[in-house]
């Protein structure tokens, strides 16, 4: 009978540390690496899928783009059959703390964002955002002293088909490079 209680509370314990909870990270402005939102309602969390995987799940650096220093940061869930990934794309010179930028064409605007779904290693699925469709970002932290950038993101974007996808209830809080 001991064995069998034992047992049991193993059992619970197993179910109970398995569940996969429905939850965003915390919102924080300490460069603590996280990102996540939900994409038509699901949930996605930057993650990796064993500590193993060689590749990062998220990524924020300051690169020159047409001659823009341009903020990128993106957020992998390999968890996810065909690791989708989030990017968000910001005039670093122009970024201001506390003000809420509009998703632009990616090619005019102060800032852009994308959802890309990989289908095979060579084949993917781009959805963008655009002047015509929904989109914001704000960032509620940026210390460009100790390269932290935190804030919140959510916006309409569609593929070269129309098809679209929507972004809500984004967050981030990132360290990046220069």
Not at 74 to 102: A, K, N
Not at 123 to 128: H, L, M
Not at 152 to 175: C, I, N, P, W, Y
Request: glycine share 6%; aromatic share 10%; charged share 25%.
């Amino acid at each position: 009978m001991k064995h069998l209680l034992q047992l049991f509370i193993l059992l619970i314990f197993f179910i109970a540390t398995s569940c996969k909870k429905d939850e965003l990270p915390t919102p924080t402005e300490e460069g603590k690496q996280t990102l996540g939102c939900r994409v038509n309602g699901k949930l996605f969390v930057a993650q990796r899928k064993s500590m193993w995987q060689l590749s990062e799940e998220i990524s924020a650096n300051v690169q020159e783009r047409d001659g823009i220093m341009t903020l990128y940061i993106r957020g992998t869930d390999s968890t996810i059959d065909g690791e989708p990934s989030i990017y968000l794309l910001i005039d670093y010179d122009r970024v201001q703390q506390g003000v809420t930028y509009s998703f632009n064409d990616p090619n005019t605007g102060i800032a852009s964002a994308e959802y890309k779904y990989h289908h095979t290693t060579t084949n993917s699925t781009e959805y963008i955002t655009s002047q015509s469709l929904f989109g914001e970002l704000k960032f509620t932290l940026l210390d460009k002293d100790k390269n932290i950038a935190s804030g919140t993101f959510s916006f309409d974007a569609e593929d070269s088909q129309g098809e679209k996808v929507e972004v809500r209830e984004g967050r981030f809080d990132v360290l990046f490079d220069k």
